[in-house]
């Protein structure tokens, strides 16, 4: 992510989060179209929540990483962990949804973020020192 990327997420989620509310309502939404176990509150919470908490550490992708997993480890949603299919995608609708200033340099600087952290969860998978999968 560029410095101007990471200017623009830190911006677009200030503005976000004057409309947290809104964008937990809009992401229910999205999330009851695709989580059928009644869910959709806890997971819409869920991301907001950890996006909070990740966005301070995009500028620090170590770290960011190593967070990102322990957030996982609380994903609501027993058998499958949280992905840019899913939620990232929700994330998009939503915020794009709540924000009046959503444009495509925010649409892409989100995306950009998105991708850092799966970059990051990716080489941690990669590693041979990481754990094992489960089988």
Do not use: N, Y
């Amino acid at each position: 992510m560029s410095p101007d990327d990471l200017a623009v997420v830190a911006r677009s989620w200030a503005g976000l989060q004057e409309r947290r509310e809104a964008l937990l309502a809009q992401l229910e939404r999205c999330f009851a179209a695709v989580e059928p176990s009644g869910l959709a509150a806890t997971c819409a919470q869920w991301l907001v929540d950890a996006v909070d908490e990740l966005v301070g550490l995009l500028t620090a992708p170590s770290r960011l990483g190593e967070r990102a997993r322990q957030l996982a480890d609380t994903w609501p949603v027993t058998g499958r962990a949280p992905t840019f299919a899913v939620e990232g995608r929700a994330w998009m609708v939503a915020a794009r949804k709540v924000c009046p200033s959503w444009s495509a340099q925010i649409e892409l600087a989100w995306q950009r973020a998105w991708l850092l952290l799966s970059e990051e969860l990716a080489q941690e998978s990669l590693s041979p020192f990481a754990a094992p999968a489960p089988i």
